[in-house]
C-alpha cells in the first residue's frame, strides 16, 4: 500500500515536472520509427529518385496517425518539381553582330524565349572586381527579367555559370548573361531548351495554436539520405542514414505525436521532415517559401541525435547559439532537469550553415540545428555504417524528451527568441 502511494506521488510529480504527460516519448518507439526509416528496404532514401517515396509515404502516415494537419491543401505531401534545363539550340547577336555561343547563358524554366531591346528586359552589368557568382545569383533571385553583361576581365570563369541552372524552382524571370562589354542599341536572343523535371516531397504538418495561430513554432529534421554507393563496403551499398538523418525524422514524428497528446500548444507547431537536404537543401527551401518566415517565432532542426554528445548522455548542443536567444531560452528551460543543451562546439565546422536552419535564418528566423553528433569521431558519417545498431536509442529518447522540455516556454508563447540578423551571417 505504502509502496504504491509513493509510486503514485512519484508518478505526480514526474508527470508535474515536467508538466505533462511524456509517455510517448520511449526508446520502443524509437527504435520502431527508427528500423523502418534506416532499413535496406528505404534503399537509402536518395532525394529526386522513387526509392525516397517509401520514406515519404511513411512519415505522411505517420503526421497522420498522429493527428496532423495538412499546411495547405489536403496532403501531407508538400510536392514541388525542380528543373534542369538542357540547351538545344542558342543564337545571338548585338548591333547586328553574331555572338559567340559559348558567351551566352541563359537562365530559365521556360522551354523557349525569345529577347530583343524591346523586350522589357532590364539591362545590368557586372563589373571588374565584382564577386562574379555572387552577382548572378542575386539577378537569378531578383524574378525580374535582365540581361547581364558579365565584363571580359571573368572570361575564364564566365562558363561557370551553367552551374547555376543545374537546379532550378520554377522561374517567374529570364536571365541572360553575355560575356563582353557592350553597350548595345540593338540585340537579338533565342534559346531553346529542353527541361528534366525532378519531383520531390517534403511531409508536413501541423497542430493549429490554441490562441496564436499565426505564429509558427517549427520542429525539423531531413529524411533523405545518400542512396545507395556504388562501390560496396564489406559487401553493403545502402547508405541507410540512421544517424543522419533518421534520427532526426524520428524526432520529429515522436514530438508530434507528444505536442498532439499534451493538445495544450498556444502557438501553431509545424512538423517538418524535409527532402534534399544532402543534394542542396531544396526541400527547405521550397518549404521557406510557403509560408511567412516572419510568422516563424523559432526553428528547431534536429540533426544526428542518435549517438552519445562529447559530454556524454542526456546532452546536446545548439549550432548558431551567439546568433539568437533561443539557446538561452532552451537551457533556462532545462534547469532543474538532468538535461543539458551547450552552444556548438565544432564552431570552425561551420554547423550552422550546413543544414536547412540555415534557410530560414537567412530569412530573420531564429533557427538552429540540434545534435549530439561528434564532429570530430563518428566513424559511421556518411558511410554506409550508419545503421540503427550504432544508436544509442535510449538516449535518443532521452534526447527527444529534453527537446520537448526545452521548447516549452516558447510553445507556450510566452518566450519568443530573438530574431536572426541576416546581415551578420556568412
Ligand atoms: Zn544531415
Given amino acids: 500500500m505504502k509502496k504504491t502511494i509513493q509510486l503514485i506521488v512519484i508518478l505526480i510529480i514526474a508527470v508535474h515536472c515536467h508538466g505533462q504527460k511524456v509517455d510517448v516519448i520511449s526508446s520502443k518507439e524509437v527504435s520502431r520509427i527508427e528500423s523502418i526509416l534506416a532499413s535496406d528496404e528505404m534503399r537509402g532514401r536518395k532525394a529526386g529518385t522513387p526509392d525516397i517515396d517509401k520514406a515519404a509515404r511513411f512519415i505522411a502516415d505517420e503526421f497522420k ?81 535582365t540581361v547581364v553583361f558579365v565584363d571580359t576581365s571573368f572570361s575564364k570563369n564566365f562558363g561557370r555559370l551553367v552551374t547555376l541552372k543545374n537546379s532550378l524552382f520554377k522561374m517567374n524571370n529570364n536571365v541572360v548573361f553575355i560575356l563582353g562589354n557592350f553597350k548595345p542599341k540593338s540585340f537579338k536572343i533565342k534559346a531553346e531548351h529542353t527541361l528534366e523535371e525532378t519531383r520531390f516531397s517534403n511531409v508536413v504538418g501541423m497542430l493549429p495554436g490554441r490562441s496564436r495561430k499565426n505564429e509558427y513554432v517549427v520542429f525539423s529534421g531531413h529524411y533523405d539520405h545518400l542512396g545507395i554507393a556504388r562501390q560496396p563496403m564489406d559487401g553493403d551499398s545502402i547508405y541507410n542514414g540512421a544517424n543522419d538523418d533518421a534520427a532526426g525524422t524520428t524526432a520529429v514524428i515522436m514530438l508530434a505525436n507528444y505536442f498532439k497528446k499534451l493538445g495544450n500548444n498556444e502557438r501553431t507547431i509545424v512538423f517538418a521532415a524535409f527532402t534534399a537536404e544532402e543534394i542542396g537543401g531544396f526541400g527547405s527551401q521550397y518549404f521557406s517559401r510557403q509560408l511567412n518566415p516572419a510568422q516563424v517565432v523559432a526553428m528547431f532542426n534536429i540533426e544526428m541525435i542518435g549517438t552519445e554528445s562529447k559530454w556524454g548522455k542526456n546532452s546536446a548542443y545548439i549550432t548558431g547559439f551567439d546568433k539568437t536567444n533561443m539557446g538561452e531560452i532552451l537551457q533556462k528551460n532545462l534547469q532543474g532537469s538532468v538535461f543539458s543543451f551547450y552552444p556548438d562546439p565544432y564552431t570552425k565546422e561551420n554547423l550552422f550553415y550546413r543544414s536547412d536552419n540555415a534557410t530560414l535564418a537567412r530569412l530573420g528566423v531564429p533557427a538552429h540545428t540540434l545534435s549530439t553528433s561528434k564532429m570530430d569521431s563518428e566513424p559511421n558519417y556518411h558511410k554506409v555504417t550508419d545503421e540503427i545498431n550504432t544508436l544509442d536509442l535510449n538516449n535518443m529518447a532521452e534526447i527527444i524528451r529534453a527537446i520537448a522540455i526545452s521548447s516549452r516556454s516558447i510553445i507556450s508563447g510566452m518566450d519568443t527568441p530573438s530574431r536572426v540578423k541576416p546581415e551578420n551571417l556568412n
Fill in 65 to 145: 496517425k498522429a493527428g496532423l494537419q495538412p499546411m495547405q491543401g489536403s496532403s501531407l505531401l508538400q510536392e514541388f518539381m525542380m528543373f534542369r534545363p538542357k540547351v538545344a539550340s542558342i543564337k545571338g547577336e548585338i548591333d547586328d553582330t553574331d555572338l559567340e555561343v559559348q558567351n551566352i547563358i541563359v537562365v530559365t524554366t521556360q522551354k523557349e524565349i525569345k529577347v530583343d531591346e524591346k523586350s522589357g528586359y532590364e539591362i545590368q552589368y557586372i563589373l571588374p572586381g565584382e564577386n562574379l557568382g555572387a552577382k548572378a545569383r542575386t539577378f537569378v533571385r531578383t524574378e525580374k527579367n
